[in-house]
T-cell receptor
Framework: GESVGLHLPTLSVQEGDNSIINCAYSNSASDYFIWYKQESGKGPQFIIDIRSNMDKRQGQRVTVLLNKTVKHLSLQIAATQPGDSAVYFCAETDSGNTPLVFGKGTRLSVIA | NAGVTQTPKFRVLKTGQSMTLLCAQD?????MYWYRQDPGMGLRLIHYSVGEGTTAKGEVPDGYNVSRLKKQNFLLGLESAAPSQTSVYFCASSQTSNYGYTFGSGTRLTVV
């Protein structure tokens, strides 16, 4: 797992601060979006999803914002903890049988 | 409930050798997917299946074959391995194409 995530954009935040990870998508037909978290040596883990009929959805300590006008998605993590350190991927698909298309990921590094 | 199980977890192959990666899910999901993950490239779709007996090509299908003879299993084959196929392979499953995927823990393959 250590080789995964090389050359990725990196976001470094202080423990306790809020984190914002951004994602741009290009397919105007995409109507379902997901954020995944991947820790070193593990498979991607579902965090939160949102459909295009919404612009905001909240989970436990996480919020996803969707701006369809500029095709932008963001993941906000409140009170970031060391356990949040991982690579975060956004993914999108449309209403057909098209599988998820993943972004290249952002590495979040939490400074204790 | 095991979710998605991938075997083997690690493998080293010589160029030209063949092998099969096995993915098994116990969630009765219709859809199954094989992705590969390379540094800085995110997850790229190799092949997928929308149901038992069906397969379809993804973004990077060349050099791979798949079979979905049973609903719970999705096999990924490499007939003649090449160093360019050195990667981490992830299997995933979902009930529909636009709902959160469940990923396995990955297979790290090295071709020398």
């Amino acid at each position: 797992g250590e080789s995964v995530g090389l050359h990725l954009p990196t976001l470094s935040v202080q423990e306790g601060d809020n984190s914002i990870i951004n994602c741009a998508y290009s397919n105007s037909a995409s109507d379902y979006f997901i954020w995944y978290k991947q820790e070193s040596g593990k498979g991607p883990q579902f965090i939160i999803d949102i459909r295009s009929n919404m612009d905001k959805r909240q989970g436990q300590r996480v919020t996803v914002l969707l701006n369809k006008t500029v095709k932008h998605l963001s993941l906000q993590i409140a009170a970031t903890q060391p356990g949040d350190s991982a690579v975060y991927f956004c993914a999108e698909t449309d209403s057909g049988n098209t599988p998820l298309v993943f972004g290249k990921g952002t590495r979040l590094s939490v400074i204790a | 409930n095991a979710g998605v199980t991938q075997t083997p977890k690690f493998r080293v192959l010589k160029t030209g050798q063949s092998m099969t990666l096995l993915c098994a899910q116990d969630m009765n999901h219709e859809y199954m997917y094989w992705y590969r993950q390379d540094p800085g490239m995110g997850l790229r779709l190799i092949h997928y299946s929308v149901g038992e007996g069906t397969t379809a090509k993804g973004e990077v299908p060349d050099g791979y074959n798949v079979s979905r003879l049973k609903k719970q299993n999705f096999l990924l084959g490499l007939e003649s391995a090449a160093p360019s196929q050195t990667s981490v392979y992830f299997c995933a499953s979902s009930q529909t194409s636009n709902y959160g995927y469940t990923f396995g823990s990955g297979t790290r393959l090295t071709v020398v």
